[in-house]
Every structure is written in C-alpha cells, then in structure tokens.
C-alpha cells in the first residue's frame, strides 16, 4: 500500500514569518510530487509540483525534494493570513495520485 | 470555461437507496478520477478512467461503479447507500497520466442516514 505521511497540524504561524510543511512516501517508485491548498469546504487546487531533486521556487513559495530520503516539503516565506488552510501532499507512481491526510495551516495575524 | 462540473453539491440518501454523481468536463482531457474525502482525511481514489470505455479500481471501489461512454462524462454509481459512504465526493480530470494539472469539480456533499 503506497502511504503519504503529513503531519495533520494545525501548525501556527505568524504573519510574515515561514511555514514549512513536511511530507513522507512510502513508495521509492514515485516519480512526482504535488503540492495542493484546500481551504475549508473548497475543492483543492494545484499550487507546485517538483520532479527532480533539489528545490522549486514559484514566488513565495518553494518546494523541496529528496528523493533518498522519500521526503518532499514547502516552504510559504511571507506567511499571510489568506494562506491559513489544508496543504495536501500528492505523489505520482504509475497509478494516479495519492493523497496525504493534509496539514492544517493557520496564520496568525 | 467550465472545466469540471458536479451535479449535485448536496445530498441526502437514506440507507439502501441509490444515487448517481454526476461528472462533466469540457477540456477533452482523457483521464478522469473520482475521489472520496472524509473529515480531517485526505482524498482517496475511488475510480479512474484512461479514457472512453477504460476503466479501473482504485484504493476504496467497494460500494460503487462507474462507466464512461464519452471523454467528457465520467459518472459513480452508489448501490445501496450506507453510513460509511458519508462523504465528500470530488472528481477530477487531467490531460495526461503524469498527474501534472489535476483539474478538480466543486464536489458533491453526501450523507446516507
């Protein structure tokens, strides 16, 4: 059974500062990995996607792979409070992707 | 453009009655997915379809069936609804298999008492 694993928070930040969000797989197949918010009652939406190790920036935010260490995270710089939501980690194999639980974010004004 | 749209957003089963979720997308994309979400859970995959005429289990089918006649319609079929099947309902569609741009419907809110 392939398994994501995300800390499922809240994790508590303050505005301006960095969150940073870790995740696990269990599957050392997997060939890209997926960075989604869903804020409560919403549908989730795509903000990065890494395939290589090493880092990803796309504005403030930055996505970092290690592919020895089964191991993904993203990095928000300039927490705002519109970031407080549900970031989910989604890993590639063959198969469509799996989902992580999700990590809760809030920050604090 | 429309992208991905669910009928219905909100439902109410009794227990043994059946329903089908509606999924429509207008972006020619050959693959499309369901998936379920549970409070505080993640999405798990339900079904998904290669394209028309093509599809495959994913990690919880049990209790549910889909079919897919054309490339924009990809519709679960719920048999005998049961409390376990209270859930959020989202599918998605992408345009290849790599997962990159999963585009995902509003979901459907569904609870079987």
């Known amino acids: 059974q392939k398994e994501v694993e995300q800390n499922s928070g809240p994790l508590s930040v303050p505005e301006g500062a960095i969150a940073s969000l870790n995740c696990t797989y269990s599957d050392r197949g997997s060939q890209s990995f997926f960075w989604y918010r869903q804020y409560s009652g919403k549908s989730p939406e795509l903000i990065m996607f890494?395939?290589?190790?090493g880092d990803k920036e796309d504005g403030r935010f930055t996505a970092q792979l290690n592919k020895a260490s089964q191991y993904v995270s993203l990095l928000i710089r300039d927490s705002q409070p519109s970031d407080s939501a549900t970031y989910l980690c989604a890993v590639r194999g063959n198969t469509p992707l799996v989902f992580g639980k999700g990590t809760r974010l809030s920050v604090i004004a | 453009n429309a992208g991905v749209t669910q009928t219905p957003k909100f439902r109410i089963l009794k227990i043994g009655q059946s329903m089908t979720l509606q999924c429509t997308q207008d972006m020619n994309h050959n693959y499309m997915y369901w998936y379920r979400q549970d409070p505080g859970m993640g999405l798990k995959l339900i079904y998904y379809s290669v394209g028309a005429g093509i599809t495959d289990k994913g990690e919880v089918p049990n209790g549910y069936n889909v079919s897919r006649s054309t490339t924009e319609d990809f519709p679960l079929r719920l048999e005998l609804a049961a409390p376990s099947q209270t859930s959020v309902y989202f599918c998605?569609?992408?345009?290849?298999?790599?997962?990159?741009?999963?585009?995902f419907g509003s979901g459907t809110r569904l609870t079987v008492v």
């Open positions: 890494i395939y290589s190790n």
């Open positions: 998605a569609s992408s345009s290849d298999n790599r997962g990159y741009g999963y585009t």
